[in-house]
């Protein structure tokens, strides 16, 4: 056979496999997103304590009204530098950023000084969001 019908057979299979599985996926793949922060590990501690009682619970009202399905918080404890994480799932993205702002004013109502003392403990920050790919169950 020449590498062109290969190709070409390769592909009417791929497009196959790939239109089964689209059918086969259903709804969109979940959306998670994580901010992970550079913060001194000294405060750890004390940022993890700050965000149980200040954070999660404006979090939990978001998940309770159905507005994203659930946050998490990462603590280092063995590898690089990026040591606090924030995590959220949700539909989809236009469902976190919409959440996501109803949390950032919230807890900014709520505890206006949260932030400037979080921001003095966990110097970088960055942001990462991902779809959910096939998952064993």
């Not at 999660?56 to 998940?63: G, K, M, R, S, Y």
């Amino acid at each position: 056979m020449h590498r062109t019908s290969l190709t070409a057979v390769a592909l009417v299979c791929l497009a196959g496999a790939t239109s089964v599985r689209a059918q086969e996926a259903g709804p969109e793949p979940l959306t998670f997103v994580f901010s992970s922060f550079k913060c001194s590990l000294a405060e750890l501690d004390n940022i993890a304590q700050a965000s149980d009682s200040l954070v999660v619970p404006i979090a939990q009202e978001l998940v309770d009204e159905g507005k994203v399905r659930n946050y998490f918080t990462l603590l280092h404890d063995w590898g690089d530098e990026w040591s606090f994480v924030m995590g959220w799932v949700a539909e989809d993205r236009a469902a976190f950023f919409s959440a996501w702002e109803e949390w950032f004013s919230r807890l900014n109502e709520r505890h206006p000084d949260f932030m400037p003392w979080f921001f003095e403990r966990c110097t970088d920050h960055k942001d990462n969001i991902y779809r959910l790919g096939p998952e064993t169950r």
